[in-house]
């Protein structure tokens, strides 16, 4: 059975060029290890260098996107399958139903909300699922540094860390899914 990996991620390429390299190599990890891309739908800013590389690599992507948003993140070039939802939230929900582990790239605030909201359930034992942060050039780092302190402020558990793992480059995410997922080198 085909494992899929949940991306979030910015629909900008951020300023560091890294961003959109890692993106795209990550893009292409999935398809060699023939995982299912579930992302945004977007072809847009790092989802769609995401979405770029797993089409180089011959991998299929499960897109999914609020009506609001087709005219601005999808072109012609947008393939695989493809939902619409009415919201935001539904989105995320249906992104989140259809995977088996979800990876953190780097974004802007709906990234921040999309990692919150599945950290949240995890939390309440919701789900079991993996959650990695690609820590890609330390962006994350300051939301670790959140985190910590929130942890050592006495307002999370100290074991709220222990709900996702931190990676700081592709190979580290693809390593960690690996052995996540239980799936065998491609």
Known sequence: MTKSICVFCGARMGNDPTFRTEAQKFGKIIAKNSWRLVYGAG??????????????????????????????????????????TDDMHSRKKLMFMNSDAVVLLPGGAGSMDEFFEILTWA?????????????????????????????????????????????????????????????AQV
Do not use: C
Request: net charge negative; proline share 3%; charged share 20%.
């Open 43 to 84: 072809n847009v800013g790092l989802m769609g260098a995401v979405a770029s590389g797993v089409k180089e690599g011959g991998g299929t992507t499960f897109g999914v996107i609020p009506k609001h948003l087709i005219e601005l993140e999808i072109s012609e070039q947008s393939d695989g399958q493809l939902i619409v």
């Open 123 to 183: 939390q309440l034992k919701l789900h079991n699922r993996p959650i990695i942060v690609a820590n890609i050039e330390k962006y994350w780092q300051p939301m670790l540094n959140l985190i910590d302190h929130t942890i050592a402020s006495g307002f999370a558990d100290t074991n709220m860390r222990n709900y996702f793992n931190v990676a700081e480059d592709t190979d580290e995410i693809e390593a960690l899914l690996r052995s996540a997922l239980n799936t």
